[in-house]
């Protein structure tokens, strides 16, 4: 009678242990894919919340008392530089005539940096209204 083998011999071991590799080596590219994909979709992230927090702050700025300037928010550091108007001209009431008020459009750009570190740099545009007549000049016309 024969007697049967038991266990594996080397080669088995050594193929069984080849095919375990290249499965745990596209298990991990794939884990990494992700991993990189993640932080990326985390950067976006961060920087859409903190252009929207910028936007926010920006429309209380006076375009024409603070053409340049910087704050903080947190640990996100703002600065801006507005230039000269694009477009000025007075304002009208819904009746059509004229108030007290001058409107103008400034481009302005603003600058993101967190932590020292660039972040965004972005343009929008800023109102400015401004009295440039008294009330008597406007009513009595």
């Known amino acids: 009678m024969k007697r049967l083998a038991s266990g594996f011999t080397l080669l088995e071991a050594v193929i069984a242990m080849a095919i375990f590799a290249m499965g745990a080596a596209a298990l991990y590219g794939w884990v990494n894919t992700n991993l990189i994909a993640l932080s990326r979709a985390d950067q976006i992230t ?3 919340i903190s252009v929207e927090n910028a936007i926010d ?4 700025v006076d375009p024409e008392a603070d053409p340049k300037g910087e704050a903080y928010i947190g640990t996100l550091h703002i600065s801006w530089s507005i230039s000269q108007p694009a477009y000025s001209g007075d304002v009208y009431d819904d009746q059509n005539q004229k108030t007290i008020n001058r ?3 400034y481009p302005a750009e603003i600058t993101l940096k967190r932590d020292g570190k660039w972040l965004y ?6 109102l400015g209204v401004k009295k440039v007549r008294e009330i008597d000049e406007v009513i009595f016309n």
């Open 121 to 126: 740099t972005f343009e929008m545009s800023l």
């Open 57 to 60: 702050f920006m429309l209380s």
């Open 46 to 48: 961060q920087r859409s």
């Open 103 to 105: 409107a103008a459009l």
